[in-house]
């Protein structure tokens, strides 16, 4: 099966709709076969979800999602493992082997007035609050 995550840095990334990478891995035997880096080349959970769809990836791990991307991703046919932080690499292997810890009730809903995601101040980081695709 194909394994998508949301790359940046050898890390999760934390924000699904604004991710430009991803790392698509071939699970098979309860392990990692192969990976790959994809640049997403746009942004936006439904451009997202179709350029996952189009790659076949049947499953998605990621930090923070919105509705709308969990919508779109289900629409598409991809699992959604969300709530995952640290290294992309290990992410999968865990995957791979059944042991992947994951939060499904992650979600991006709603921001403090004026915040988004890329405009943080000293000292803040989205890892510590998963905020995902940004919806009006």
Do not use: W
């Not at 194909?2 to 990334?13: H, P």
């Not at 998605?60 to 629409?75: H, N, R, T």
């Not at 992650?106 to 890329?118: A, K, L």
């Amino acid at each position: 099966m194909k394994l998508a995550v949301t790359y940046e840095n050898g890390q999760v990334f934390q924000h699904f709709g604004h991710s430009k990478q991803f790392k698509l891995y071939e699970i098979g035997g309860g392990r990692v076969l192969s990976s790959e880096v994809v640049d997403t080349g746009s942004s936006g959970h439904g451009a997202l979800a179709g350029l996952l769809k189009s790659l076949g990836a049947e499953a998605l791990i990621c930090g923070g999602i919105g509705g709308g991307a969990k919508a779109a991703l289900a629409e598409a046919g991809i699992s959604l493992y969300p709530g995952v932080t640290g290294e992309a690499d290990a992410a999968a292997a865990s995957f791979a082997a059944g042991t992947l810890s994951f939060d499904p009730s992650t979600s991006c809903s709603h921001h403090e007035e004026g915040h988004s995601c890329g405009d943080h101040g000293e000292g803040h980081s989205c890892g510590n609050h998963f905020c995902g695709s940004h919806e009006a």
